[in-house]
DNA sequence: GTACAGCTTTTCGTATGCAAAAAGCCCTGC
DNA sequence: GCAGGGCTTTTTGCATACGAAAAGCTGTAC
C-alpha cells in the first residue's frame, strides 16, 4: 500500500528550504494533509459525492492512515467532507438551500465586520485596504480569474482582520471559503460592479462610518446572493461575488 | 491500562434494545468521548489550563489513545481545548478578551435568528416556545439554576431551530455553549428580567414582526454583555444571559 | 430470467508499538 | 550556593496490526 520509499517524514528539499521551515513548524504533518485534501476539494479534483478512501490518499501523499484519518474528521467539522458512520468519508455536495443559508450567514457576518472595521480603522489599515483594492483593479484589467478571486478573498479578509474580532475572523474565514467553493464553479466574477461596491466600501470605512460601512457590506451581499439566485433559474454562467 | 474486559464494541443489551439503536448509530466512539470530555470540560472537572494527557483520558474512559486523539482534534477545532504542537493538549483558557468577542457574535447571530424565526413561524413553532417560555417561568420559580440555565439554551435553541437555517442554528450552539462556559461560573442566572425579554421575543415572533423580533434579540444580547462587563470590574456574582 | 442467500473483498474503527521531541531532574563545575 | 549541561522520563506523533462491519459478487433455487 504504503510506499516503502517515504519512511518517517519528508524532508527531501533542499537544505536551505529545510532551514527556512526550521524556525516555522516543527512537525505538524496532519496539518499538512488537512490542507492538500482541501487544495483537492477546493479544485475539484475531489469531486463532490467522491468517495475517499483512506488508504489511497495515504498512498497517495505518502503518509500512513493516521495523519489522513485526523484530516478528514477536521475536514468534516469544518463542513467539506461527510463522514458516514462505518463507510468513510465523501466529499460533501452541496445543495442549494445549504449554499443559501450559507451566503445568508455570511452577510451578516461580514455585515458586522465591516462596521467593526469602520470603527477601529486606523491610517495604516486604510492604506492597506487600499492597496488591495488597487491589486483588485489589475487584477480586473488583467482579466485573470484567479488573481481576482484571491484579490477579492484577500479584501474581505482584511476587512475582517481591521475589525479586531479575532472569533469573527476565523468565523468569516471558514464560511467565505465554502461559500466560494460553491460559487466558483458556476460563476465568473461579477467584476466591474463588485469592485465599484469595494471602493465604496474603503471610503466607509476610511470614513470611520459603521453605519454606512454596514450598509454597503450587506447591499454587497445581498447583491451575491441575487446574482446567485439569477444563475439557479437561468442556468448560465453569471457573476461571482 | 485499558481493562481487558471492554473489548470492541457494547451489543451487550437485549435483542430489542439493540434493535432500537440499530437504526440510530453503528458505533461512533469518538463522539462519545468527544461528549464525554466536553461535559468534564464544561462542568470544570477538567479545569482550564490544565494538560491533558493522552493515556491518562484513555484508561479512564476506557478505550485506547487513538479514540480519544481523534476527540481532542474536534474539541480544539470547536475552541474547547489548545493542541499545542508537539506537547499535547491544554483546555483553553478563555481571557476577557475572546469572550467578549464571542459574546459579539452570538449576538449578531441571534439577532438574525430571531427575525428568520419571525419569518417562519407556524402556529405550532409558536406554541412550543410558549411551552419552553411556560417551562423557563417554573425553573424561576422553583429556584434551579441548572433547570434555569437549560430552559434559556433550550428556548434559545428552539428559535434557531424555528429560522430553517441549519448552517446557522449550527454556529449558534457551537458560540452559544461556549458563552455558557465562560459565563456561567461568574454568573447566576438574570432571571426576572431575562425571561421577561423572551416573553417580548416570542411575542414579536408570534405576530410575525422581524423587523421587532430581532431589535428584542439585540437588545437581550447587548443586556447580556453589559452584564458581564459590570461584573468584570465589580467583581461581584452577577446576573447571566 | 430473477431474486435471494451465503461468501468474498474491501474498508473502516480501534488497539498497540516504536521513535522522536520536550520536559524535568540530577549531577558537576565554578 | 548557583548555573549550566547532559541524562532520564514522560508524552506526543506517526506507523502498523488486527478484528468487524458493510458492500459487492457469485452461485443456486425457483
Not at 176 to 188: E, F, K, N, Q, S
Request: proline share 5%.
Amino acid at each position: 500500500m504504503t510506499s516503502p520509499s517515504s519512511r518517517r517524514r519528508a524532508p527531501r528539499g533542499p537544505l536551505s528550504a529545510a532551514a527556512t521551515r526550521r524556525v516555522e513548524r516543527p512537525a505538524p504533518l496532519r496539518q499538512a494533509v488537512y490542507e492538500a485534501l482541501l487544495e483537492l476539494i477546493v479544485n475539484r479534483t475531489l469531486a463532490p459525492g467522491q468517495h475517499l478512501v483512506e488508504a489511497e490518499l495515504a498512498a497517495h501523499l505518502g503518509v500512513s492512515r493516521q495523519p489522513v484519518r485526523e484530516a478528514l474528521q477536521r475536514l468534516q467539522t469544518d463542513g467539506w467532507v461527510d463522514l458516514r458512520p462505518a463507510q468513510g468519508a465523501f466529499v460533501h455536495t452541496p445543495t442549494e438551500e445549504e449554499a443559501d443559508q450559507l451566503l445568508a450567514v455570511r452577510g451578516v457576518l461580514e455585515t458586522y465586520s465591516a462596521k467593526l472595521a469602520a470603527e477601529h480603522a486606523t491610517a495604516t489599515d486604510v492604506k492597506h485596504l487600499r492597496k488591495l483594492q488597487k491589486a483588485g483593479e489589475e487584477a480586473l484589467a488583467s482579466a485573470n480569474v484567479d488573481r481576482l478571486v484571491k484579490a477579492n478573498a484577500d479584501l474581505h479578509a482584511a476587512v475582517a482582520t481591521i475589525g479586531r474580532n479575532k472569533v469573527l475572523s476565523e468565523m468569516i474565514g471558514l464560511v467565505d471559503r465554502r461559500v466560494r467553493w460553491y460559487y466558483t464553479p458556476i460563476a465568473r466574477p461579477r467584476s466591474r460592479d463588485s469592485w465599484n461596491e469595494h471602493a465604496d466600501l474603503v471610503t466607509a470605512i476610511a470614513d470611520g462610518d459603521a453605519e454606512r460601512a454596514g450598509e454597503v457590506m450587506h447591499r454587497h451581499a445581498e447583491q451575491t446572493r441575487r446574482t446567485y439566485h439569477d444563475h439557479k433559474t437561468s442556468e448560465e454562467t453569471v457573476d461571482s461575488d
